[in-house]
């Protein structure tokens, strides 16, 4: 399978924030960079499972609201001394600034 979903206008994701987007695979966390770039990872902190939409963004990364983990947006790696890894989907803004989300199989990272 390797459809696309449409989220939203990419000004609907809080600046710095995240939109959760429900999939059959549970719920995905789409963010929003300061450049306006969006990627997507599961909502579930490799640590205990916390909200990572909930997390507060910056550059690449999230931070989690739980115990303060921080994991890359567009690697899915938590930065050491943590360990741990979320699910990366892949994402793409269209021409009229639609973001799509893959619901591919593989997990882009
Ligand atoms: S659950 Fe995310 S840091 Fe603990």
Known sequence: MSEWKKVCNVSEIPFLGARVVQTAEGDVAVFR???DEVFALHDKCPHKGGPLSQGI???K???CPLHGWKIGLDT???????EG????LQTKIDAAGIVW???AERPAC
């Open 33 to 35: 960079s300061n450049g």
């Open 85 to 88: 890894h979320a699910s990366c």
């Open 76 to 82: 899915g790696d938590a930065e050491a001394p943590d």
């Open 101 to 103: 989300l893959s619901l």
């Open 61 to 63: 990364t999230v931070t």
């Open 57 to 59: 963004v910056a550059g």
